[in-house]
């Protein structure tokens, strides 16, 4: 089922990020995790598009964090010409990733925005435990919700910076740096981000020793 919605806030997160909050459909019901299919009608067809929710179902807004690609001129560009008021159409949620409880998340850029939502979630239900958040970058203006999310992992965030380090944090995810910092290999591993990002996280852990039915990737 599809639902026409209005665009009720638009927040710059960094150069290239922006935050929508979207009208809420009566009885719209989602997971932390979950995803949709957003088009844009007008001027022009534009989509669909998979995006994951970054609120929570509690929260009376649905929010989006979304990272604009203008050199592709696709649905992300046409979504930051979007102004308040305007409409996009949004599917019914689906399962992007299941929330399998604390864990160690390994996002490469905008695939930390499905952990976004797992990881206020599982703060709500105060079960965020030994959960770790590697988050990687290729600079540091790439970074947003850093304040965030360090609240909510204090030293179990760490930041990779993979091109233009200025020291504030790592240069490199390889598995050094996967066994400096998970000591449990039972818990589940989350992984989102650019295809040879997942492809070589997902080596990465194998070979620091943990199990395929543990690393669980985007759907």
């Known amino acids: 089922m599809s639902h ?3 665009i009720l806030k638009k927040h710059c997160l960094n150069h290239d990020v922006i935050e929508f909050h979207l009208e809420k459909p009566s009885g719209y019901v989602f997971n932390a ?3 949709i299919e957003l088009t844009i009608a007008e001027p022009s067809q534009q989509g ?3 995006f994951t929710f ?3 179902n509690s929260d009376i807004t649905l929010q989006l964090i979304i990272k604009i690609y203008r050199e592709h001129n696709g649905i992300t560009a046409a979504l930051e010409k979007k102004e308040v008021g305007d409409t996009v159409v949004i599917s019914d949620p689906w ?4 929330n399998k409880g604390p864990g160690i998340f390994l996002a490469g850029g905008a695939g930390i925005t499905p952990f976004i939502a797992l990881l206020r979630q599982l703060a709500v239900d105060k079960n965020i435990g030994a959960s770790q958040l590697f988050f990687a970058n290729k600079t540091d203006e790439d970074v947003f ?7 909510l992992l204090g030293n179990h ?3 990779i910076i993979t091109r233009d380090n200025n020291g504030t944090g790592h240069d490199i995810l390889n598995e050094d740096l996967i066994k400096q910092y998970v000591r449990n290999f039972t818990l589940p591993f989350y992984v989102c981000g650019p295809p ?3 492809d070589a996280v997902q080596a990465i852990l194998t070979k620091a020793g943990a199990s395929n039915e543990m690393v669980n990737v985007s759907f």
């Open 48 to 50: 669909p598009a998979p």
């Open 4 to 6: 026409e919605v209005r």
């Open 54 to 56: 970054t609120g929570l």
């Open 145 to 151: 919700l850093q304040k965030e999310l360090k609240s």
């Open 33 to 35: 995790g979950q995803a």
């Open 157 to 159: 965030y760490i930041d």
């Open 196 to 198: 040879g990002f997942m």
């Open 95 to 98: 399962d992007s990733f299941i």
